[in-house]
Nanobody, 125 residues
Framework: VQLVESGGGLVQAGGSLRLSCAASGRTSSSYATGWFRQAPGKERVLVAAISWSRGSAAYADSVKGRFTISRDNARNTVYLQMNSLKPEDTGVYYC???????????????????WGQGTQVTVSS
């Protein structure tokens, strides 16, 4: 499975961006997908995740009410709509896909999964 992120860029605080994660190759209907953010000098953290079966979503507290994760199964694409962006949202955003036992909302679930190359998001104050 190959994942390709797009949609990053430079935006002012309060603005919006929509990230896309397109999957190709051996796509499977059982993959959950997560969006991770890695800020400069910090560890990568899970900010949003979505299951496949019911499309259930989970969010980090820091983005609840501002970010929305969704998926288009026909297009094998997962989106992250980011509104009311803050400077602390700056970082490289990665999508990851995984399947198997475990809960999709845990960051460790994606350790053995598939990862994209990342897309840079910069929010200016």
């Amino acid at each position: 499975v190959q994942l390709v992120e797009s949609g990053g860029g430079l935006v002012q605080a309060g603005g919006s961006l929509r990230l896309s994660c397109a999957a190709s190759g051996r796509t499977s209907s059982s993959y959950a997908t997560g969006w991770f953010r890695q800020a400069p000098g910090k560890e990568r953290v899970l900010v949003a995740a979505i299951s496949w079966s019911r499309g259930s979503a989970a969010y980090a507290d820091s983005v609840k009410g501002r970010f929305t994760i969704s998926r288009d199964n026909a297009r094998n694409t997962v989106y992250l709509q980011m509104n009311s962006l803050k400077p602390e949202d700056t970082g490289v955003y990665y999508c990851a896909a995984a399947e198997g036992p475990g809960h999709y909302s845990g960051s460790g679930y994606y350790n053995q999964g598939y990862w994209g190359q990342g897309t840079q998001v910069t929010v200016s104050s």
